[in-house]
């Protein structure tokens, strides 16, 4: 598979590109099949980036995929896919050259803290369309769009508080 053809099925298939996620990591080449990862490999990390992603906007009522034509929506989703491709990314680096993950933990940091803002309601997709109302826990503050419900009349809770997305 050529490299413009890789290009195409990353930036179509999963919100982000070889350049949004190489700019989080520029120390790093993924410029054949000889490059540990190989770009294939960054490809299928990619993919299970952008299913853990849709998965998590699905729960959060979001329409998945998110259409790549909202501009503003998809923006935030290439940089949080992005940080998430490239944390496995530098990951799979230090392991194989038996360096310092530290580039891959302040990754997963930037990637966790864009998912709680994205759960707790401080950012929103502003235009992507909504299949139906976020899943929230009983005492979870609601985000701004949605209404207050009476005491008692919300679901129980399937997850606890503690547990990361």
Avoid at 18 to 40: C, E, M, Q, W, Y
Wanted: glycine share 6%; net charge neutral.
């Amino acid at each position: 598979m050529s490299n413009s053809t890789q290009d195409l099925e990353l930036s179509v298939d999963c919100y982000a590109t070889f350049g949004s996620i190489l700019a989080h990591i520029p120390h790093v080449s993924l410029d054949n099949a000889n490059t540990k990862p190989s770009r294939k490999q960054a490809i299928a990390m990619a993919k299970d980036t952008f299913r853990e992603v849709n998965s998590m906007l699905e729960v959060l009522g979001y329409q998945i995929p998110v259409a790549s034509s909202n501009s503003t929506s998809i923006g935030f989703l290439r940089t949080m896919c992005s940080a998430g491709v490239a944390k496995s990314i530098a990951a799979a680096v230090s392991s194989v050259d038996g360096g310092s993950s530290s580039t891959a933990d302040f990754l997963q940091k930037e990637y966790d803290r864009m998912w709680k803002a994205l759960r707790n309601g401080d950012v929103t997709l502003p235009g992507a369309a909504r299949d139906g109302n976020p899943m929230r826990h009983k005492g979870e503050r609601k985000p701004a769009y949605e209404f207050h419900q009476p005491a008692g009349s919300e679901s129980t809770r399937l997850f606890t508080r503690d547990q990361e997305w």
